[in-house]
């Protein structure tokens, strides 16, 4: 079975300043909670990619490997467009990152998740409980880069 989640934001910095920010896998553990995110093969800023992820605390955590399967980058208004598939052994299915304009100094940054559910029925009957949790964890994380994004505009250190 599948699951989507989907979490938008407006954010108040450039659409190109929140793509390279959102788009800087090492640096994505500083907003996204409890992750560590490397770059295994390629640049990162391609088709072919491969990037390596690891949520949770101390020595718990789930490995999220991807792919970069689609890129679209037109600078510096956009669109910009990431799509990864998630090729873990318990994180599956695809993701997407858009930052989209929205005029001067505005842009809105979508993220979804396309999952396939792991565990069967377990999964099925799990998601109902994890999602509220898991959609939080990615509006709180999004707010984190959001602010970061719209301090550096405001301060000039940005696009």
């Known amino acids: 079975m599948s699951a989507e989640l989907v979490v938008e934001l407006d954010v108040a910095a450039p659409a190109e300043l929140v793509w390279d920010t959102v788009m800087d896998w090492p640096r994505q553990g500083d907003w996204i909670l ?8 390629g640049d990162g800023r391609s088709v072919g990619s491969r990037v390596s992820a690891v949520t949770g605390v101390g020595p718990l955590g789930v490995v999220d490997t991807m792919v970069v399967t689609e890129w679209t980058e037109q ?21 997407v990152f858009e930052v989209v304009d929205r005029g001067p100094g505005r842009c809105r940054f979508r993220w979804v998740e396309r999952l396939d559910l792991p565990l069967g029925a377990l999964g099925r009957l799990g ?4 999602r509220p949790a898991m959609r939080a964890g990615v509006a709180h994380s999004m707010g984190r880069m959001a602010r970061e994004c719209e301090q550096r505009h405001r301060s000039g250190s940005g696009a």
């Not at 600078?75 to 993701?95: E, L, Y």
Request: proline share 9%; aromatic share 6%.
């Open 34 to 41: 409890a992750t560590r995110v490397e770059v295994t093969a």
């Open 75 to 95: 600078r510096p208004s956009g669109p910009f467009r990431c799509v990864v598939d998630h090729t873990g052994k318990v994180v599956r299915g695809d993701g």
């Open 127 to 130: 998601w109902p409980v994890v």
